[in-house]
T-cell receptor, first 114, second 113 residues
Framework: DAGVIQSPRHEVTEMGQEVTLRCKPI?????LFWYRQTMMRGLELLIY????????DSGMPEDRFSAKMPNASFSTLKIQPSEPRDSAVYFC????????????FGPGTRLTVL | KQEVTQIPAALSVPEGENLVLNCSFT??????LQWFRQDPGKGLTSLLL?????REQTSGRLNASLDKSSGRSTLYIAASQPGDSATYLC????????????FGTGTQLKVEL
């Protein structure tokens, strides 16, 4: 398996623009997680899905952030409009189930908002 | 709210040394603890997962222990190598269950030749 795939790997955009990050989980995994990593706050969970359904989005910082999982092999994290403080590395991870399974992380998308 | 602390924040050792990384958590009602490795500019790689019923797990030169009652875990790396240089993070599930993880701030390890 290719592992968790994220695109793009790097994104540079201007404040106010819409940003869409994409994730393909490992085939057969039923849970998908979106994380954000910054120097100041470390690694934070934004939202997670189980069987394509959002289970907990309490980590989503603002209404500008939204996430979808239209099918078992694809998820998006959208920021609209983007702001400089959204600059971070965004990781997607997947696991077999919502229970205590190992999470497998993608390589991340480094977002820079100017 | 679960809080996870890792000490030290950074560590530099000569090649060949055995070393211990520490992780502490405030809520002992966990059912597992995971150790991850993160290389610069890369994602996280799972190293070990210890279930709450276990006291330790081993993988190659890595050994992780878990003491739930004291809210502590240690990651022991034997005979360190330059390739072990990375940031090591521990993570525990959110209080309340599921697979939502709270991560520690990490220990940045450098193994020098």
């Amino acid at each position: 398996d290719a592992g968790v795939i994220q695109s793009p790997r790097h994104e540079v955009t201007e404040m106010g623009q819409e940003v869409t990050l994409r994730c393909k989980p490992i085939s057969g995994h039923n849970s998908l997680f979106w994380y954000r990593q910054t120097m100041m706050r470390g690694l934070e969970l934004l939202i997670y899905f189980n069987n394509n359904v959002p289970i907990d989005d309490s980590g989503m910082p603002e209404d500008r952030f939204s996430a979808k999982m239209p099918n078992a092999s694809f998820s998006t994290l959208k920021i609209q409009p983007s702001e400089p403080r959204d600059s971070a590395v965004y990781f997607c991870a997947s696991s077999l189930s919502r229970l205590a399974d190992t999470q497998y992380f993608g390589p991340g998308t480094r977002l820079t908002v100017l | 709210k679960q809080e996870v602390t890792q000490i030290p924040a950074a560590l530099s050792v000569p090649e060949g040394e055995n070393l211990v990384l520490n992780c502490s958590f405030t809520d002992s009602a966990i059912y597992n603890l995971q150790w991850f490795r993160q290389d610069p500019g890369k994602g996280l790689t799972s190293l070990l997962l210890i279930q709450s019923s276990q006291r330790e797990q081993t993988s190659g030169r890595l050994n992780a222990s878990l003491d739930k009652s004291s809210g502590r875990s240690t990651l022991y790396i034997a005979a360190s190598q330059p390739g072990d240089s990375a940031t090591y993070l521990c993570a525990v599930p959110f209080t309340g269950g599921g697979n939502k993880l709270t991560f520690g701030t990490g220990t940045q390890l450098k193994v020098e030749l």
